[in-house]
Structures are given as C-alpha cells and as structure tokens.
C-alpha cells in the first residue's frame, strides 16, 4: 500500500473529526476541509500545512519557546529521562478509559508532542483513543509532526480552543499553563484533567545556580494545586521524585523555560558549572468535573 503523505494524513483525521471541530473566530461547525485549508461556515480560513498540521490562529503570537527549545527538549524526552512520568500518564489513561471503546484524548499545550506520540505507540491506549495535540507554538507543533503517527496536530490557542462543547474524555496538561473554563466546556460530564506540575525540588540544582535567584531554590505549586481545586475535583494525586545524571547538561538547561531570561554569557556559565545531577519532582493530580 502506498504511504499517504503527511498532509494526506491530515486531511483523512480532520474529515474524520469535523463533528467536533469549531471556528475559532466565529464559534461555528466546519464545513469543508479543502485541499490547503479548513473552512467554517462563515468561511473563516484556516491554512493546512503540509508537514502535517492545521494552524487555526489568525495571528499568529511569538512566543517565547522558540525551536531550539523543542529540539533540546526532544533530545532530552529521547534519553528517557521522562519515562516514569510517560508510563504513569499511561496508567492513569488506561485505567479512565476501561469502559469506553473510544476516547478523545487532548494535549493541551503538547509542544513536540512526546508525551502523546508515547500514548500512540502504546497498542492497549491506542486502539481506544483518539489523540488531539494543539499548542500556540508552531515550532513546537511542527516539530511534533515529525512523529510517525496518526495525531490531529493544531496551531491553537488555550484560551480558545478549536473544539465543541463536551467533547474529550481526558484532557493532558503537562507542565504547561492550564484554561479551566475552556477545559470544562470541551471535557464531557465523566471528563478528566490529568495535570502535571513541578514540586518542591524540581530542576533544584538549576534553579540554585541562576544567580540571585537563590531564594528561589524550592518551589511552591501550592497557588497552582489551589486553582485547580477550585475548578476541579481532586480524584487522584501522586508525586514521582527521582534523580537523574544528566549526560547532555546543555540540552537539559536550554530546554527549560527557567533559563529564558538569561543572556548567552549566563547560559555558557550554567552550562561549564559542575552540576552532576538533576532532581525531576512532579506531582501529578486528576481532577474531575464538580
Ligand atoms: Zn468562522
């Protein structure tokens, strides 16, 4: 059988899924997916890629993780370093979708998309759920692309996001900002959120060395815990905590946003300092709809 290219993909998952695809302009149905593009009723047009993906944001914003941030981030994902956290948000999945032959699963704010290509390449995840990963950045989107897989990828906003009410089953927010009101409206009435946020000692050997941010040496998620409480029903909570050796140091300290703000000289600092391992501390919590 011949291999459908990439755009071919996308257009077979976006006929697949017009049902619960919206405008993000005017809030209406989609009506047609075309050659190069998606078109509302109100024919709002949105641009089809051809690496394989949809961006649904007229204006694109800048943000400030820009490719190379993604390209050390796969890297790192590429080490394991993350592989107790990808196998823990498989468990959780595949116990919430034990009773449903198909479940639409969301990543919001998915970035190259690893954690999503993790649940594709799980066969037991995969044949009950459909997979969504939408983040604003197209650099992180296009990049996610470049998995082998059948993932509707978009270029979309969280605060907007391009689906009908009360459509996912599980919405994924890992390490990434979160959108309660637009979660609930897209979640159905079993829905859950499975988010994942730093805890005490995340990244703590980094964060000690950016200079006169030693205060900031531990973290409190507890303003983050708060905010999801308020929205959600806490159904389950776990903390991963382990340490790892990291053997690309620079990789590691150009993937996180922690470093953002630093100057090319501060980089090169942390990156020459004598840091021999690196705490990951995360706490992972599932909330349902109240
Ligand atoms: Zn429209």
Not at 52 to 57: M, R
Not at 93 to 108: E, G
Not at 130 to 159: H, K, P
Not at 179 to 196: A, D, P, Q, S, T
């Amino acid at each position: 059988m011949k291999k459908l290219k990439k755009i071919e993909v996308l257009r077979e998952l976006l006929n697949e899924n017009i049902e619960i695809l919206r405008c993000p302009v005017c809030k209406n149905s989609i009506k047609a997916i075309t050659e190069n593009s998606v078109l509302c009723e109100n024919n709002h047009c949105f641009n089809i890629s051809k690496k394989g993906y949809v961006n649904l944001i007229q204006n694109n914003t800048k943000t400030i993780y820009d490719k190379s941030l993604f390209e050390s981030r796969r890297k790192i994902y590429e080490d394991k370093t993350y592989d107790k956290l990808s196998k823990e948000i498989i468990a959780i999945i595949d116990k919430y979708t034990a009773n449903k032959d198909s479940n639409y699963i969301l990543d919001a704010g998915c970035g190259e998309g690893y954690y999503l290509n993790q649940l594709y390449l799980n066969n037991k995840i995969n044949k009950k759920c459909r997979l969504f990963g939408i983040d604003i950045s197209r650099e992180g989107i296009s990049l996610a692309t470049s998995y082998e897989n059948n993932i509707l990828w978009s270029v979309s906003d969280l605060a907007n996001l391009p689906f009908k009410n009360s459509k996912f089953d599980i919405i994924l927010d890992i390490l990434s900002p979160s959108n309660y009101k637009e979660f609930k409206r897209v979640l159905n009435k079993e829905g859950i959120v499975i988010k994942v946020v730093p805890d005490e000692h995340y990244l703590q050997e980094i964060r000690s060395k950016i200079k006169g941010n030693i205060k900031k040496e531990t973290y409190s998620n507890k303003d983050i815990i708060d905010v999801f409480k308020d929205n959600l029903e806490i159904v389950y909570d776990n903390r991963i905590t382990y340490r790892i050796n990291p053997s690309n140091l620079e990789e590691f300290i150009k993937m996180t946003p922690l470093t953002s703000s630093l100057s090319q000289d501060q980089m090169n600092e942390l990156i020459k300092s004598n840091i021999e391992n690196i705490t990951i501390d995360l706490n992972v919590i599932v909330g349902k709809i109240k």
